[in-house]
């Protein structure tokens, strides 16, 4: 009867669905009991990322469970299970950001009159979202070791993923809807012209295709400056780029060659300045669409010569994001808060337009306030990591992996400029550099 009452309340998952959710949490127990503290925690992200199903269980008066709350939750309890007495990490410069973007929610709720429990649901879900990767992240990571197990549990889980990539390139994206008894998206965005676009177990097929892009570049840093003769490593990035090739995501194509390049020219300052300067671009694209009036014009003219199809669909993106701006100026510093208030009415009372990019859904939401908190808590971390080691130090056995991380965390916040895929992987990869950035004897509050 409970199983029942949980179906019922998770949307459409099936039974399985529910089951896998639910017994979550006892299997990250026990890879907590025959793995170091960090590779669990590595394995319950990256397997919990890849295979748990897109739904929610309805507990009352609580938030709701789903797969990123169930690999927090289950991570947190292995930890306090097998580590009880160690010391917590003492709060620096860098985990300011995280704190601030935790409250947010609680900001917007009480300056829009929405209650305090409305903030404090919102609070809770970036905490479980964001600040417990972050946390696990800088509790557990010493070195460049861990980032090396990080990077090396992506590429192997990648490389096994190419198996339901390739059945759904050939019978269509219907794993997720076969084992848990439901599409996670809308199955009309899954054909591209001829063919498909992949979803597996993942939000959509953009999700899946960042991911493989991002593998691929990670595979060719686990290489390193001494072992690039390796056939076995060289063979598994081709492996992956060709997979995300396959994946039919144009975005993800152009992240990828965009990632690819970085990392192949960043072997003098010169071109080591050019990695640290991309940073420039994450502020600079919402600060023109914004304050400045860019409407994007050029970049659409390319793609008119490349994909009209393409074209279109970014066009409609820019013109949403106009009327989204509109609104969100109303209540420019924290934003409408939540239950869709964001959203603009311009058809027969509905919510028509599109919430693509998630700088535009923090700002709608959060307010300008909560889109800077949002940001620096990728800038932070990506800032210090070059600061401190500069990119044309990363070539070598020792610190490439942590570069890679550094291209793992960039490409995705390039592509949450027009989309909105999160994953707990990105802010896990973020901790790993901020802890790498700032040593022990840094200053600390």
Not at 169 to 181: A, C, D
Not at 399 to 409: I, N, R, T, W
Not at 433 to 439: D, E, Q
Request: aromatic letters at 12%.
């Amino acid at each position: 009867m409970v199983l029942s009452f949980l179906q019922q309340s998770a949307l459409t998952l099936n039974n399985t669905g529910t089951v896998v959710l639910l017994l979550w949490i006892p299997a990250t127990l026990f890879a907590f009991l025959y793995m170091k503290p960090w590779r669990a925690i590595v394995l319950a992200h990256i397997v919990g990322f890849c295979v748990l199903p897109h739904g929610e269980i309805y507990v009352p008066a609580l938030p709701d469970v789903d797969r990123v709350m169930v690999i927090a939750l289950g991570c947190m309890l292995g930890v306090l299970w097998v580590r009880p007495v160690d010391p917590w990490p003492k709060m620096r410069w860098i985990d300011i950001p995280v704190l601030l973007w935790c409250s947010a929610p609680m900001i917007s709720s009480l300056s829009n009159d929405l209650g305090l429990w409305d903030g404090i649901s919102g609070a809770s879900k970036e905490l479980i979202r964001i600040g417990v990767p972050w946390l696990l992240a800088r509790r557990f990571v010493h070195g460049p070791e861990e980032a090396r197990v990080l990077v090396s549990f992506i590429v192997i889980c990648a490389l096994i993923h190419v198996v339901p990539v390739l059945y759904e390139l050939r019978m269509s994206p219907q794993l997720h809807k076969m084992v848990y008894g439901q599409h996670q998206h809308s199955f009309i965005q899954t054909r591209r012209g001829e063919g498909w676009r992949p979803m597996v177990f993942m939000q959509h097929g953009l999700a899946l295709a960042m991911f493989q892009a991002t593998a691929a570049i990670l595979a060719l840093t686990l290489c390193g400056r001494v072992e690039y003769r390796r056939l076995e490593k060289i063979g598994i990035f081709l492996v992956l780029a060709t997979v995300t090739i396959l994946t039919n995501s144009l975005g993800a194509i152009i992240l990828f060659a965009l990632g690819f390049g970085l990392w192949a020219l960043c072997r003098g300052q010169a071109y080591g300045m050019v990695m640290v300067g991309s940073l420039l671009i994450l502020p600079l694209y919402p600060g023109a669409r914004a304050f400045l009036g860019w409407d994007g014009q050029e970049v659409l003219t390319y793609f008119e010569n490349v994909d009209e199809n393409r074209a279109r669909s970014l066009k409609t993106r820019f013109e949403d994001e106009d009327v989204l701006l509109e609104r969100a100026f109303e209540r420019p510093f924290f934003g409408w808060g939540g239950y869709d208030r964001k959203g603009v009415d311009i058809l027969n009372n509905k919510r028509s337009t599109a919430y693509d990019s998630r700088w535009i859904i923090i700002v709608g939401s959060r307010g300008w306030v909560g889109m800077l908190c949002r940001l620096l808590v990728a800038l932070f971390p990506l800032w210090a990591f070059c600061k401190r080691f500069p990119p044309w130090t990363w070539h070598g056995p020792l610190l490439a992996p942590a570069g890679g991380l550094f291209m793992l965390v960039l490409l995705h916040e390039f592509d949450a400029l027009l989309n909105s895929m999160p994953s707990p992987i990105t802010i896990l990869a973020a901790g790993v550099l901020a802890n790498l950035a700032t040593p022990k004897d840094s200053f600390s509050t």
